[in-house]
């Protein structure tokens, strides 16, 4: 428990700087280790010739620099979203005159740590036990999640994300964000665990029926 007292501790340009590199290097794993010529022709070889599928997967690497670049804008307008509904929640229980916007949005930072684990489970997962797999099975499968349950072709595309977005992680994340906010907030016990309950899980709720919404709207 000091190790995390001691992480959430850190400044917050130090969380932002350790998030964004391990999450990079996640990525760029991902994209070398998972993603091959092999995979692409797997995935694209009903569709389209050796050849085109081999084009696509050369300007897939041409253009794997969009997703580092766009990475840490993802993470500050993300962190910055659910700490705004974290810290609205803190006015139900008369708390926000003490709890500053900051320690919540470092808090929220350093929670994403939580997320840098799942993704580093499905980048080894999938590297040691994936077998034959295509982009699809990669895109579908998310480490101890609800969508593990079923078979992809057992899913419509539309409840794929629902289905993965109810998992595991997203408890310890939960009770990430308690524990940062509890420690660094100085709260009284049970306080941050209904701050979060009360604000995080509602606006997951209405996130994943927007999500729907316009995932039906575009299958019509």
Not at 25 to 50: D, G
Not at 72 to 97: A, D, Q, R
Request: with cysteine; aromatic share 20%.
């Amino acid at each position: 428990m000091n190790f995390l007292l001691r992480y959430y501790s850190l400044k917050g340009t130090k969380l932002f700087i350790i998030i964004t590199i391990c999450n990079l290097a996640i990525i760029w794993l991902s994209q070398h280790l998972l993603i091959n010529e092999t995979v692409f022709y797997n995935t694209y070889s009903e569709q389209l010739t050796y050849e085109r599928s081999m084009k696509l997967f050369e300007n897939m690497r041409e253009f794997e620099w969009v997703s580092y670049a766009l990475y840490p804008i993802i993470l500050i307008i993300k962190s910055t979203f659910i700490s705004i509904v974290i810290f609205t929640g803190f006015f139900f229980y008369n708390l926000n005159n003490k709890i500053s916007f900051g320690l919540v949005f470092k808090v929220v930072l350093g929670s994403e740590v939580v997320f840098l684990i799942a993704s580093l489970s499905k980048l080894l997962w999938l590297y040691f036990f994936g077998g034959n797999y295509d982009l699809n099975d990669i895109g579908f499968f998310y480490p101890l999640s609800v969508i593990n349950i079923f078979n992809i072709n057992e899913v419509a595309r539309v409840w794929i994300y629902p289905l993965q977005i109810l998992n595991f992680f997203q408890i310890l994340y939960i009770i990430s964000l308690s524990y940062g906010l509890r420690n660094l907030c100085l709260l009284p016990e049970g306080v941050a665990d209904k701050v979060v309950l009360t604000s995080y899980l509602p606006a997951m709720g209405v996130w994943i029926a927007f999500i729907l919404f316009i995932s039906f709207d575009i299958s019509l």
